[in-house]
């Protein structure tokens, strides 16, 4: 499975984007997607997950990012409204066919991961 995570830019804060993961490949492993990011000079981290119908977000995010998934399209969305520039970072999309629900913000536990695409708020 090839993820490849596309729709970052450049935004003012208070404004809003939309970012989308394509998956690619003989399966779609839409029992669980994710997003995480990382800003420059700091580790990566969990932003917001999809399992089994189940969403999770990071506390940071809670109310202003929502996760979705389109099977039919094989893709994942993470719509983010009230951008602020602690927002900045780089977004990364993974996946995986099973995931604990425990285990949801590791990184090392998602087999997938897209490349990458650059949010930027500027204040």
């Known amino acids: 499975v090839q993820l490849q995570a596309s729709g970052g830019g450049l935004v003012q804060a208070g404004g809003s984007l939309r970012l989308a993961c394509a998956a690619s490949g003989r399966t779609f492993p839409s029992n669980a997607m994710a997003w995480f990011r990382q800003a420059p000079g700091k580790v990566r981290e969990f932003v917001a997950a999809?399992?089994?119908?189940?969403?999770y977000y990071a506390a940071s995010v809670k109310g202003r990012f929502t996760i979705s998934i389109d099977n039919a399209k094989k893709m994942a969305f993470l719509q983010m409204n009230s951008l602020k520039p602690e927002d900045t970072a780089v977004y990364f999309c993974?996946?995986?066919?099973?995931?604990?629900?425990?285990?949801?913000?590791?990184?090392?536990?998602?087999?997938?991961w897209g490349q990458g695409t650059l949010v930027t708020v500027s204040s």
């Open positions: 993974a996946a995986d066919e099973s995931i604990h629900p425990g285990h949801i913000t590791a990184t090392r536990q998602w087999d997938y």
């Open positions: 999809l399992s089994r119908r189940v969403t």
